[in-house]
C-alpha cells in the first residue's frame, strides 16, 4: 500500500513562515491536496493539484510538490492558521492521507 | 450552497450493522464521485470508500472491503454506506465528501459518529 508521511507537529511564530512536508514514493508524480481541520470541524480544502488554492482560501497559503515531497507554505502566518494539516493523494482509484500535521502558532 | 448530512450514526454492538446516509443539496449530485472518509477519536483521516456518479463503479479501503457497502440513489441525492459486521476499530465520525476530478471541488459534510462498543 501506498504511504504518505509527515511530521506530527510543526511550531512557528505568528507572522513567520510555516512549512509542512508530505513524503511519500514519487509523490511528485501524483497530484498533492492539503486539507486544514480546527477542533470540533470537517475537513476543509486549502490547496489541490499541488499548488492550486480554492475560491475563498488567503493567498498565504502556497503549495509544491517534486520528487518524492510535497510541502505545504504559510506564509505570514496567523494565530487563526492553527490547525490540523493533512496531506493526501490518490494511488490507484484510492484515496491516501498523511498522519496528519499539528500546526502550532506561538 | 453545497450541503451534505450525514445521519444514522450510534452506539452498536460488536458484530452489528448501520447504515449511513449523506443527503445532498446545492449541486448536481449525480454528476459528482462521492466517498467516504472516516476519523477516529484522536486520530487522523482514513479514506473508506469511493462511488463514481452513476454508481457503477465503486472502491473500498482494504480495512473494510468484503464488511462495508457503498451506494448511491441519483433520485434521492443521498449516499449510503451499509457496514456490517463491525468492530471497535471501526469507531469514528464518518464523514461525506463530494469531489470532482481537477480536486477543485472538495466539500465535506459534519460527520456521523459511530460507536462499536459492547
Known amino acids: 500500500s501506498y504511504d504518505l508521511t509527515q511530521p506530527p507537529s510543526v511550531s512557528v511564530s505568528p507572522g513567520q513562515t510555516a512549512s509542512i512536508t508530505c513524503s511519500g514514493d514519487?509523490?511528485?508524480?501524483?497530484?498533492a491536496s492539503w486539507y486544514q481541520q480546527k477542533p470540533g470541524q470537517s475537513p476543509v480544502l486549502v490547496i489541490y493539484q499541488d499548488s492550486k488554492r480554492p475560491s475563498g482560501i488567503p493567498e498565504r497559503f502556497s503549495g509544491s510538490n517534486s520528487g518524492n515531497t510535497a510541502t505545504l507554505t504559510i506564509s505570514g502566518t496567523q494565530a487563526v492558521d492553527e490547525a490540523d494539516y493533512y496531506c493526501q493523494a490518490w494511488d490507484s482509484s484510492t484515496v491516501v492521507f498523511g498522519g496528519g500535521t499539528k500546526l502550532t502558532v506561538l | 450552497e453545497v450541503q451534505l448530512l450525514e445521519s444514522g450514526g450510534g452506539l452498536v454492538q460488536p458484530g452489528g450493522s448501520l447504515r449511513l446516509s449523506c443527503a445532498a443539496s446545492g449541486f448536481t449530485f449525480s454528476s459528482y464521485a462521492m466517498s467516504w472518509v472516516r476519523q477516529a477519536p484522536g486520530k487522523g483521516l482514513e479514506w473508506v470508500s469511493a462511488?463514481?456518479?452513476?454508481?457503477?463503479?465503486?472502491y473500498y479501503a482494504d480495512s473494510v472491503k468484503g464488511r462495508f457497502t457503498i451506494s448511491r440513489d441519483n433520485s434521492k441525492n443521498t449516499l449510503y454506506l451499509q457496514m456490517n459486521n463491525l468492530t471497535a476499530e471501526d469507531t469514528a465520525v464518518y464523514y461525506c465528501?463530494?469531489?470532482?476530478?481537477?480536486?477543485?471541488?472538495?466539500?465535506w459534510g459534519q460527520g456521523t459518529m459511530v460507536t462499536v462498543s459492547s
Open positions: 465528501r463530494v469531489y470532482d476530478p481537477t480536486g477543485a471541488f472538495d466539500i
Open positions: 514519487k509523490l511528485g508524480e501524483k497530484y
Open positions: 462511488i463514481s456518479g452513476s454508481g457503477s463503479r465503486t
